[in-house]
């Protein structure tokens, strides 16, 4: 594919970062209007500030790798491929949601898109990942697992069981930390007095870096080594990627950790505004085409809100659906 302008990546590259990126910072605020008019109730965690992660490293693995993450999970669908209707209608608890509307915000699944979920309970995700890739591997296969997961988590006990395991049985798992500075309200500086969280893999030998996590480039070529490194046989690789969320850790949160020069200090590094930039100065697309993205893009996250607000609750039978498998179990009865 063509490049211009003395750049590593393609326009048609930039376009559709752009265009990924601002549909989960789009979604993600229409989340947060939704939840505050109470459309929907439970958890609800924003992804906006960290959308470069999400689109750096999918653009830069393939269809058939596979994706776990936490309960911040609503950008991984998206970036995906994912039409957000049915995100926002999990969110809602419609029938019609991603996960049958039996998951809510902190558990988006989608088996075609290898979208292995959101899961909620901090740091489960850790060597849930590294068994996917154990599968992977014994399978024979060349596909990575992708392990998400936020700073907060790196302190759970079962990640230093699974450092192990996965550099002794060379897996292809990479552990991606989303660190965004904060676990809930308690920054990285209150928790450890190693800062530099790549750090973290050198007990185990694991090749480790820290990654810009507001330079959609930055990511992609991180993951894009990684990556490489894992297809190799040559095992797991971890990333800090450095990022940070301009809301709350929930929609619940007063952010009075931080202080407002802090949040406009990380404003001015917006991902999305970078590639915009990119885009304009090397007259990717001109202004009416860019305004033909963002207009496409309220016209879905319209849609997904319509699409939800339609859609019907789940039979009351459901409760007794996806819990146990009959066939798989005969010993279970009703």
């Not at 500075?181 to 190693?194: H, I």
């Not at 800062?195 to 993951?223: R, W």
């Not at 990022?243 to 990380?266: A, C, F, I, L």
Request: hydrophobic share 35%; aromatic share 10%.
């Amino acid at each position: 594919m063509a490049k211009s302008g003395g750049s590593k990546f393609s326009k048609a590259q930039y376009l559709k970062w752009y265009e990924s990126m601002l549909l989960m910072r789009k979604f993600e605020e229409k989340c947060g209007q939704l939840y505050i008019q109470q459309k929907f109730g439970g958890f609800c965690h924003l992804y906006i500030g960290q959308e470069a992660v999400v689109a750096g490293t999918i653009s830069a693995c393939t269809k058939d790798d596979k994706h776990i993450t936490a309960y911040r999970d609503h950008a991984h669908p998206l970036g995906l491929g994912m039409h957000p209707k049915f995100v926002m209608a999990e969110l809602y608890g419609k029938a019609t949601g991603c996960s049958k509307g039996k998951g809510g915000s902190m558990h988006m699944f989608d088996k075609e898109l290898n979208m292995m979920g959101g899961h909620g309970i901090v740091g489960a995700q850790i060597p849930m990942g590294a068994g996917i890739a154990f599968a992977e591997k014994y399978k024979g296969t060349k596909n990575v697992a992708f392990c998400s997961f936020g700073d907060g988590a790196a302190r759970q006990g079962a990640l230093h069981e699974t450092f192990n395991m996965a550099m002794t049985w060379k897996l292809p798992v990479i552990f991606i930390i989303e660190n965004n500075n904060y676990a809930m309200g308690t920054s990285v500086q209150r928790t450890t007095n190693v800062t530099d969280l790549s750090k973290m893999g050198d007990s185990y030998e694991m090749p480790s870096e820290s990654v810009d996590g507001m330079t959609v480039e930055a990511v992609h070529e991180a993951i894009a080594r990684a990556c490489d490194h894992a297809r190799k046989g040559n095992g797991p690789t971890l990333l800090d990627i450095r990022t940070y969320r301009y809301k709350g850790h929930s929609m619940s949160d007063p952010q009075k950790y931080r202080t407002k020069e802090e949040v406009k200090n990380w404003q001015n590094q917006d991902p999305i505004d970078k590639v915009l930039d990119t885009i304009i100065k090397n007259k990717y697309a001109t202004e009416k085409q860019i305004e033909a993205i963002q207009d496409r893009v309220k016209a879905l996250v319209d849609e997904s809100v319509e699409f939800a607000e339609n859609s019907p609750l789940p039979d009351p039978s459901e409760l007794y659906k996806d819990v146990y498998m009959q066939e798989d179990y005969p010993y279970v009865t009703e």
